[in-house]
Each structure stands twice: as C-alpha cells, then as structure tokens.
C-alpha cells in the first residue's frame, strides 16, 4: 500500500520537528499566512484581499498603474489605510527570532512586504525581502526612496498621487509589481541560502509565486529536506517531508521549541549533506507578482 499523503498523516507536526532538530542549517521562506494573526489579511486565501476583490489586483500591476492615475490614486488611498502600519509582530514571527538567535537559522527569505520580520527582532541581514518593501517609496523614473511616512503624510494633506520630489515622476511602493523584475541581488542571495541549507521551511506560502516556490526546488535538490507549514495545500506538498496544517502561530513555536530541545545530529536522517551555494539563480519572471499585500 501506497504511504499516506504527509499532510494526512498523523505524525505531521511530530516528523517536522524531529526533522528541524536533527538541522543544522534552516533556511525559512515565509508568505502572507505568518502574517495574518498580525490582523493583515492574506490574498489567496478563503478571505484573501484578492480573494474577495479581484480587482484589487490592477493595483499590483505594473503596466496599470504607469497608464491609469485612478488606479494610483486608489493604490495610494489603500496604502494609506493599509493595516500593517498598526500591526505588530506576532508569535510565528517571534519564533523565528528564537531559531536564529540558537544559531540554527541560517536565511530568512520572505514574500512579505510588511516588515513585520526585522519588527520582530531578526537581523535585518538575514532578512530578504524578495518582493520589496512597503516601509519606502521609490520613484519609477530616478529611483529616489523617500521612507514611506513622508510620502504618505501628502497623501493626508490632500494630494492624491504624490510626484517624486526630485524629478516629478511616477512614485510607487518599493515593492515588486506584476510585470516588474525582481532585484538580482536580493534572488542571487535567496537562492544561495535555499542552495546552503540543510532545511528548507516554507511558511504560511501558497508556493505558487516563481521564483521565491522555486527555492524549493534548489533546497532540495541540493540535499535538504523540506518542511511545509501552511493551512491550504501547495504545488510543493508531494516534495515535502512533513506537512504541517496547524495554525502558525500555534504550530511554529511548538516546532521551534521541540527543534530547540534537541541538539541537532550533523545530517538529518536519510540526508545527504546540502552543496554550498554556486551563485547565480533562476531567472526573475516579470509577469509574477508578490505573495504579500499589493504595492
């Protein structure tokens, strides 16, 4: 008989964390799910922003949002009002924190936009924002990146689609639209810590959006087991090693903890040990968009 599919198996959350203690090198990929006991919604999900407005998407849409100032000016109104300026971090975040300061996480990719990581207390140098950030602005004609404060307290004051203030061109979010390349350097570093590792750990993803699904597949095939927390299914879940279903912000840190209470043995079981990172990395694909709230 064919062994059960991991997200039905019983022994989930059990296999995880005998997997993440038996790791040496974690390398975490977090989606909008780590963030919506944060109060930010998700936008795949059941009560996704896309979800239940389709046509919030334009805002994320590059060629949109040049061409159609109203679909700025609604982008602006939403960013004003977005929920992650009064949101905090929460316990899948700090968890996370925990894992690096034992030593044991070694990269933290996330496809999150809200900063909600370095709020928490990880180092800012091991976070990669490979979506970008909403905490700047960035204008699309000079590059100039004004915090986004400044540029939101025009947007208070009246004006609807605040120009950049040094060329007068279009100003977006420093975030990755659809239709937009990532930043090399960001992926280069994010492939590299999927390449090192000896744990992948995808977290509250859809693994949907290539490139950052596709660090997956680089951890893997370069000898690392891979742990999947996520309440949906995902395109990965055949791959993984253990499924978790759990809630995150009850499931990480009881993962976190476990993995913790055990030193790590120098390969996990079955393991070969991960290849260093090569450089280089899958192409950025301009039609995909972040898994984290629109720019």
């Known amino acids: 008989m064919a062994a059960a599919p ?19 090198r974690i390398t975490a990929l977090t989606g909008a799910g780590i963030s919506t006991d944060s109060g930010i919604p998700d936008f795949r999900g059941p009560q996704g ?10 805002m ?3 060629g949109a949002y040049i061409s159609d100032p109203e679909v ?33 996480l070694h990269g933290l990719v996330t496809q999150n936009i809200d900063g909600l990581h370095q709020a928490a207390g990880s180092d800012p140098a091991l976070v990669l924002e490979i979506h970008g950030t909403m905490r700047e602005a960035e204008c699309l004609s000079c590059g100039l990146r004004t915090p986004m404060p400044e540029v939101l ?80 299914p995902t395109p990965y879940d055949p791959m993984a090693d253990a499924i978790v279903r759990d809630p995150i912000g009850e499931a990480l840190p009881r993962l976190v903890a476990a993995a913790l209470a055990t030193p790590p043995r120098a390969t996990p079981p079955g393991a ?14 301009p039609g995909e968009a972040p898994d984290g709230p629109p720019g």
Do not use: Y
Request: aromatic fraction near 2%; charge should be neutral; charged fraction near 25%.
């Open 6 to 24: 991991p997200e039905r198996r019983p022994d989930g959350a059990a296999r995880a964390a005998a997997l993440m203690s038996a790791a040496r």
């Open 49 to 58: 922003v896309w979800t239940k407005d389709p046509a919030a998407a334009a």
């Open 60 to 62: 994320s849409t590059i």
């Open 72 to 104: 700025r000016r609604r982008a602006w109104r939403h960013r004003l009002a977005h929920p992650a300026w009064g949101a905090g971090p929460n316990r899948g975040h700090a968890a996370l924190v925990e894992l690096e300061r034992a030593g044991r």
């Open 153 to 232: 307290a025009r947007v208070e004051a009246g004006e609807e689609d605040p120009p950049c203030p040094e060329c007068g061109g279009i100003q977006k979010s420093a975030t990755i639209s659809f239709g937009q390349a990532l930043r090399q350097d960001v992926l280069d570093a994010s492939v590299a810590a999927a390449r090192s590792c000896d744990l992948m750990l995808a977290v509250g993803t859809s693994l949907t959006v290539h490139p950052a699904a596709g660090l997956c597949d680089e951890a893997v095939e370069n000898g690392a087991r891979l742990v999947i927390v996520n309440a949906e």
């Open 272 to 285: 070969t040990p991960p290849a260093g990172p090569s450089g280089g990395g899958p192409d950025a694909r």
